[in-house]
């Protein structure tokens, strides 16, 4: 009876919410007028490179990453790191990239006008380019580390990490190198298990609205930017054209996400295919050794694996790739830092002529938007972790599988698909401009990622841990309170952190649920990012940067081990 409860209670908004949006996305006239704009073709050419080519570069670099942190077992230290990047919000580092690549950016400032010549900015197009290379670069960046941390979490996982470690051991030792061993051994077992977060990548790249607005292309946007703005006409029959162009991104992604899931299901059929007879013979000696339930080794120095191409040779020197995208946060989290306290900055000075404390000043005066922010994070994140937490405990195994799909459509359908079904539910149930509608907005949007950031952990906890409870005579409840819980206290901690950084990042649910009528920090940076206030829109981003950081490490330090004191050896008396 829980289960199904808990799936009314998540299913019903979410359910009510796509359908909604997909009944207005069948007007007929509507797709008409969309593909009679000049504007749509050009923005859908736009969106199909940026949203495929930030993902194939996140894809790539995340699968040499993990083979480098695997083979030199540095796994371990890197998500320890990875926490920071994941609390920085999209917008701010699409903010903190325009900061330092705008022609009166701090890139062109250190070299001019020694090396350039250049007293005045110049009119290059190093933001809104017509190319997109901007937004393609602000998104490798930011989801590199998202897509790194789930993978790293399921390598991390105690059972895989032995399992893994022990195969590709023996690959090695049937003549194999270490990075031959994690592509032909470890990358297919670990590549499937990626689907939905690589096609979270996906949709986000395809789809993503507020960083388009802020580091371009302008000329042609993207046609999830078309589709913001001719939602926000007051014209109806322009407002009908955005809800096609929100549909016809759904089907987009759903074509680009099929041809991702054949992809990696060809990994699969593959590996099957060489298992019933075209093994080689070291393959066979790792079944002859035990692991026939495994997959086997590929033809050495052969292309079988469709993903051999990216997972790729040589890894030993992908550690740049790392220390790059740490540099490129740094880089932004120092502009953004500067940029907040500076007042009169003249081109091509490297630093601002007067510092003020004054767009601080205007932040902390609009108190209003801060606590909005902070209550909607802390309220969504706390609603969808006690749902996951209880959908986890209580939902059979075959239920969890069956409507896991379902509570990830958010991730992988576009957002704003899911702003004209959440404003529609709004508007049905009395909701609009109310501060209830804000929190289902956020709450459908944050949960799936909280529950893909808590599953892991779940699956992972050894299940004869209850039996052994029960037979030492306490119940249910005594064993999550005193052993389960305790022992995903990281886990638990972690999921919040990342549900509140969601929430904080929120834009369009924010701005179409809440009619204007809630600011949030978020909303506020988006809107002065377009105009010429510098550290004003500085100080924004980086308060939407500061509140997720503080709150991962807030859950860091919550979910640290805990320590037992040390007991002596006993002294035994005769």
Same mark, same amino acid.
């Given at each position: 009876m829980a289960p199904l409860l808990l799936a009314l209670i998540a299913g019903l908004p979410m359910g009510w919410a796509l359908w909604a949006a997909?009944?207005?996305?069948?007007?007929?006239?509507?797709?008409?007028?969309?593909?009679?704009?000049?504007?749509?073709?050009?923005?859908?050419?736009?969106?199909?490179?940026?949203?495929?080519?930030?993902?194939?570069?996140?894809?790539?670099?995340?699968? %040499?990453?993990?083979?480098n942190g695997f083979i030199r077992q540095k796994l371990a230290s890197w998500l320890s790191l990875v926490p920071a990047l994941l609390a920085t919000p999209h917008a701010a580092m699409a903010i903190g990239l325009v900061l330092w690549l705008s022609p009166s950016g701090w890139a062109l400032r250190w070299v001019s006008p020694g090396l350039t010549g250049f007293d005045a900015p110049p009119p290059w197009l190093t933001t809104q380019d017509p190319w997109g290379l901007g937004l393609i670069l602000a998104l490798w960046l930011k989801e590199v580390p998202f897509l790194l941390w789930v993978a790293a979490t399921q390598m991390q996982r105690e059972d895989l990490r032995r399992r893994w470690q022990a195969e590709s051991a023996l690959a090695q030792t049937l003549g194999r190198t270490p990075a031959q061993a994690f592509a032909q051994v470890v990358w297919p077992q670990l590549a499937p298990r990626l689907?939905?977060?690589?096609?979270?990548?996906?949709?986000?790249?395809?789809?993503?609205?507020?960083?388009? +607005?802020?580091?371009?292309?302008?000329?042609p946007p993207t046609l999830a930017v078309l589709a913001w703005q001719w939602l926000g006409d007051a014209d109806a029959a322009i407002q009908a054209q955005g809800v096609a162009a929100a549909g016809w991104l759904t089907v987009s992604v759903a074509l680009l996400a099929a041809c991702a899931v054949a992809v990696l299901q060809a990994t699969v059929v593959l590996r099957r295919f060489a298992r019933k007879g075209s093994l080689p013979?070291?393959?066979?000696?790792?079944?002859?050794?035990?692991?026939?339930?495994?997959?086997?080794?590929?033809?050495?120095?052969?292309?079988?694996?469709?993903?051999?191409?990216?997972?790729?040779?040589?890894?030993?020197?992908?550690?740049?790739?790392?220390?790059?995208i740490g540099l490129a946060y740094m880089a932004v989290w120092f502009a953004l830092a500067v940029g907040s306290v500076s007042g009169v900055w003249p081109f091509p000075k490297l630093w601002p002529s007067l510092?003020?404390?004054?767009?601080?000043a205007q932040v902390m005066a609009s108190a209003n938007t801060v606590w909005t922010t902070l209550g909607l994070a802390v309220a969504s994140a706390s609603l969808c972790l006690i749902w996951s937490i209880a959908w986890l405990e209580t939902a059979s195994h075959r239920w969890q599988q069956v409507l896991?799909?379902?509570?990830?459509?958010?991730?992988? +359908?576009?957002?704003?698909?899911?702003?004209?079904?959440?404003?529609?539910?709004?508007?049905?149930?009395?909701?609009?401009?109310?501060?209830?509608?804000?929190?289902?907005?956020?709450?459908?949007?944050?949960?799936?990622?909280?529950?893909?950031?808590?599953?892991?952990?779940? %699956?992972?906890?050894?299940?004869?841990?209850?039996?052994?409870?029960?037979?030492?005579?306490?119940?249910?409840?005594?064993?999550?309170? %005193?052993?389960?819980?305790?022992?995903?206290?990281?886990a638990i901690t972690s999921a919040w952190a990342v549900g509140f950084a969601v929430s904080v990042a929120q834009y369009l649910p924010t701005l179409y649920v809440g009619a204007g009528r809630f600011a949030t920090v978020t909303t506020e940076a988006v809107t002065l990012a377009s105009g010429a206030q510098r550290s004003l829109m500085s100080a924004y981003a980086a308060l939407q940067m500061l509140l997720p950081v503080l709150v991962f490490a807030w859950a860091a330090w919550l979910g640290r081990p805990r320590q037992f004191e040390k007991i002596g050896p006993m002294k035994v008396q005769t």
């Open positions: 997909l009944v207005q996305a069948l007007d007929a006239s509507a797709w008409q007028a969309l593909w009679a704009d000049p504007q749509s073709l050009r923005a859908w050419g736009m969106t199909l490179w940026t949203g495929l080519a930030s993902t194939l570069l996140v894809w790539w670099s995340v699968a %040499r990453l993990l083979a689907r939905w977060p690589l096609l979270a990548v996906l949709a986000y790249g395809l789809t993503v609205v507020d960083m388009a +607005l802020i580091i371009g292309p302008a000329s013979h070291s393959a066979k000696g790792l079944h002859a050794a035990g692991l026939s339930g495994r997959p086997p080794l590929w033809p050495k120095g052969g292309s079988a694996n469709p993903l051999h191409f990216l997972a790729g040779h040589p890894y030993r020197r992908m550690s740049w790739v790392w220390g790059t510092w003020t404390g004054d767009a601080w896991r799909p379902v509570w990830l459509l958010p991730l992988v +359908l576009p957002s704003v698909l899911w702003v004209v079904g959440l404003y529609s539910i709004a508007l049905q149930w009395h909701l609009e401009g109310q501060w209830l509608g804000l929190l289902l907005a956020h709450s459908v949007m944050v949960l799936p990622y909280v529950l893909l950031a808590l599953e892991p952990a779940y %699956r992972a906890v050894d299940p004869r841990q209850r039996a052994l409870v029960a037979s030492l005579g306490h119940g249910r409840w005594a064993y999550l309170a %005193r052993v389960k819980w305790p022992l995903l206290k990281r």
